[in-house]
């Protein structure tokens, strides 16, 4: 495939001074991190989903199944992790209808999965939804990626293939449409006159909105990505733009949404050591925060605001790792106690002291015998 050989958008920002520091290693193309309440980091890549040790060791807690990539050249497999009411979740696999495929998928592909007991279990099957529904119209394409639950208590999916985002009962797996999400104009001359959206992450707010992150699809010129804003109403209206690539997005510990920058795109394919994490602004104002990352493909952050991100998404099995930057997204510090101005402190003191005084004369007046 021919690309459009592009240059990289300057978004402002540099490389993070303090980092990275490589919690784990040897991951099969990571998609997803996860940071726990307990500090925990969980990671899912092509082949498993794995908790990482403070020591950097790895238990694999669930081995996933895996299919071809339509497009050959690759697994794929996991995508992301959400903990919800103690249960682990994942997103799992891509199934299509095509000249060499058809029919079903094997067991927990484009499905929404329930990790425990050292395994897996199938909770929702996204490509039965897709078969029923359809809801861009198009090729009969599955590929859940993003994943959260929201405080509704449901879980809250992002189609990549179906350019949609739908609603997942946890309890019993039910699944509704939510919205579908509107293409990307392209201007490029290369291409379809609209890209695919390809929406790969989700943050749902407190007040029942939703932001949304769009890779888009072909030929993924800098620039054509954005994060959009779904009201309770269902209107959907840009929330960010200019926007590169954009994999994952999250809302850090200091309020702020962030977003990853897999990658700029040229003739060869997108260029290696080209990502970047992006803080999210309204408008054209988003800022790069860490610049020079490897195929970048999710971050997550502890309550301290310390930045984790699975890097090499794309490479070598065993080349992909799970790397921390400190402090990206320290909240603020609570507001200082008030402090009474001089004046104030004055007029308390001095109003203590005729308390102490009227108390004196009372104990010295005598009394009167009846």
């Known amino acids: 495939m021919v690309m459009l050989l592009v240059l990289l958008l300057a978004l402002g920002g540099s490389v993070h001074a303090d980092g990275p520091i490589t919690v784990a290693s040897g991951f099969n193309g990571p998609q997803g991190v996860l940071v726990t309440p307990d500090n925990g980091i969980w990671v899912i890549d092509a082949n498993a989903v794995t908790r990482v040790a403070g020591d950097g060791s790895k238990t694999v807690m669930a081995s996933l199944p895996t299919t071809a990539s339509p497009e050959g050249g690759e697994v794929v497999g996991g995508s992301r992790l959400v903990l919800f009411n103690a249960t682990m979740f994942a997103t799992n696999g891509q199934w299509d209808i095509n000249a060499s495929r058809q029919g079903d998928p094997p067991a927990g592909v484009a499905t929404v999965l329930k990790i425990e007991n050292g395994g897996w279990t199938a909770l929702a099957d996204l490509w039965a939804f897709e078969k029923a529904n359809n809801p861009d119209g198009k090729q009969l394409d599955s590929y859940p990626y993003g994943l959260t639950a929201g405080s509704d208590g449901m879980l809250y999916v992002t ?77 959907i209206s840009d929330y960010a733009t200019g926007l590169t690539s954009t994999s994952d997005l999250r809302r850090g510990p200091d309020g702020n949404l962030y977003g990853v920058q897999f990658a700029i795109y040229s003739q060869q394919g997108p260029a290696p050591n080209s990502g970047a994490l992006v803080r999210i602004r309204p408008g054209t104002g988003s800022q790069v925060v860490i610049s020079g990352l490897n195929y970048p493909t999710s971050v997550d952050f502890n309550a301290d605001g310390d930045a984790f991100l699975t890097v090499g998404g794309v490479g070598a099995p065993g080349s992909g790792a799970a790397v921390k930057y400190t402090k990206i997204a320290t909240p603020a510090p609570p507001p200082p106690a008030e402090v009474p101005e001089p004046a104030t402190i004055i007029l308390l003191g001095a109003g203590m002291m005729g308390l102490l005084g009227y108390a004196r004369t009372r104990r010295q007046r005598p009394t009167t015998a009846g």
Request: no cysteine.
């Open 159 to 235: 189609d990549e293939r179906a350019n949609a985002l739908l609603k997942v009962n946890p309890g019993n797996g039910q699944t509704s449409w939510v919205a579908t999400l509107p293409g990307v104009s392209n201007n490029s001359g290369l291409g379809p006159p609209v890209s695919e959206p390809v929406p790969t992450a989700v943050v749902r707010d407190s007040d029942g909105s939703f932001y949304v992150s769009y890779l888009p699809g072909f030929p993924f010129t800098p620039g054509a990505s954005r994060v959009v804003k779904i009201a309770p109403d269902g209107d």
